[in-house]
């Protein structure tokens, strides 16, 4: 079984201040990991995801994530906040191959301030 | 191209009541799961569809129930609503091809309220 914990159910940082939200995966085989994010009322939009190949994944929006296996770990990352990233931010995690059921975490809500 | 489109945006039913809610996938997607999303349990893999077959399902009641149709929309329906149902439904899509490639895209959801 896999699972997937964020550390932090709210964060809260500077505008231009650098945003870490983290992400531990449990997993018996290299599984795919996604961090996605969702405004207000609004769906799931998809951040990045790793599948295979280079661990540094770049995303939209400024948004990045280091695959650690030997950290088990997918933190994303973004070096200056702006306002507009206040948002709740899940990772989830599906076995190698498909993104057709995901396990996700518990959410991260992230609070930018003035 | 459209996104994935889901309907209604909000409902509001009686405990004990049933609902049908629709998923209409990006065209050419053949692949749709559906996500509950409450603020105790949060979001939570209900089942998926795939060329008008269940592949997987979730941990969830039988009065959770899903369809698929030969043009890819899906339903979704829930019988005997209780107070514990009230949560956000969330549709994903899928494109075909590898692994790779598959990513879910995702509806802005229907927000069922049961009373």
């Known amino acids: 079984a896999q699972s997937v914990t964020q550390l932090g159910s709210h964060v809260s940082v500077s505008e231009g201040a650098l945003v870490l939200l983290r992400c531990n995966y449990s997993s018996s085989v290299p599984p795919y990991l996604f961090w996605y994010v969702q405004y207000p009322n609004q769906g799931l939009q998809l951040l990045l995801k790793?599948?295979?190949?280079?661990?540094l994944v770049k995303g939209i929006n400024g948004f990045e994530a280091e695959f650690k296996k030997s950290e088990t770990s997918f933190h994303l990352t973004k070096p200056s906040a702006h306002m507009s990233d206040a948002a709740e931010y899940f990772c989830a995690v599906t076995p190698p191959g498909s993104a057709r059921q995901l396990t996700f975490g518990s959410g991260t809500q992230l609070t930018v301030l003035p | 191209k459209a996104g994935v489109t889901q309907t209604p945006r909000y409902l509001i039913k009686t405990r004990g009541q049933q609902v049908t809610l629709s998923c209409s996938p990006i065209s050419g997607h053949r692949s749709v799961s559906w996500y509950q999303q409450t603020p105790g349990q949060g979001l939570q893999f209900l089942f998926e569809y795939f060329s008008e077959t269940q592949r997987n399902k979730g941990n969830f009641p039988g009065r959770f129930s899903g369809r698929q149709f030969s043009n890819s929309r899906s339903e979704m329906n829930v019988s005997t609503l209780e107070l514990g149902d009230s949560a956000l439904y969330l549709c994903?899509?899928?494109?075909?091809?590898?692994?790779?490639?598959?990513?879910?895209?995702f509806g802005q959801g229907t927000r069922l309220t049961v009373v």
């Open positions: 790793y599948t295979t190949g280079a661990t």
């Open positions: 994903a899509s899928f494109s075909l091809g590898t692994g790779l490639n598959t990513e879910a895209f």
